[in-house]
């Protein structure tokens, strides 16, 4: 059973938008980091993307019985959608939250995230590398549940 590893609006971007704040690194890039990180512990990364509110939220419902666990980068929705927060809160897996940049070293309407709240988990700040930090993460959180 594989995981859901989920990035949000404009992150499909990545490599050519604010590449200062966000790095050089393209979204194919980090699917591709997020495989090899997976596979090195035994799991199967499932890499989506959507600028869509509703389609992440229908992806987080389909994790329930599809998936063991989300890695989700909510981008922009992370400050602002209680919808995707209760999607998570909803499907009861292991949750860890990433955020390429600092978001609080960022401006203040990024500080907070809705789905913090719910996530097991949380990384920012560590560029691309934040997504091999937090699949390892959830390889240990899925071990010790077992
Ligand atoms: C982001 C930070 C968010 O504030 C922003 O809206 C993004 C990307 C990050 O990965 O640093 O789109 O989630």
Redesign the pocket.
């Known amino acids: 059973v594989p995981v859901l590893v989920l990035n949000?609006?404009?992150?499909g971007l990545l490599g050519l938008r604010e590449p200062e704040?966000?790095g050089k690194d393209t979204l194919a890039d980090i699917d591709e980091l997020c495989r090899s990180t997976a596979a090195a512990r035994g799991l199967r990364a499932d890499c989506r993307q959507s600028n869509h509110e509703g389609v992440l939220i229908d992806a987080v419902h389909e994790a329930r019985t599809a998936h063991r666990g989300i890695v989700i980068?909510?981008?922009?929705y992370?400050?602002t959608s209680v919808a995707v927060r209760d999607a998570l809160a909803a499907v009861e897996l292991p949750v860890v939250e990433?955020?390429?940049?600092n978001?609080h070293r960022?401006e203040p309407f990024?500080h907070h995230s809705h789905v913090s709240a719910v996530a097991d988990t949380v990384i920012?700040g560590a560029g691309a590398h934040g997504y091999a930090l937090a699949l390892t993460h959830l390889a240990h959180l899925l071990e010790e549940n077992r």
């Open positions: 949000g609006p404009s992150l704040v966000y980068n909510p981008a922009g992370s400050h990433v955020h390429l940049s978001i960022r990024r920012c």
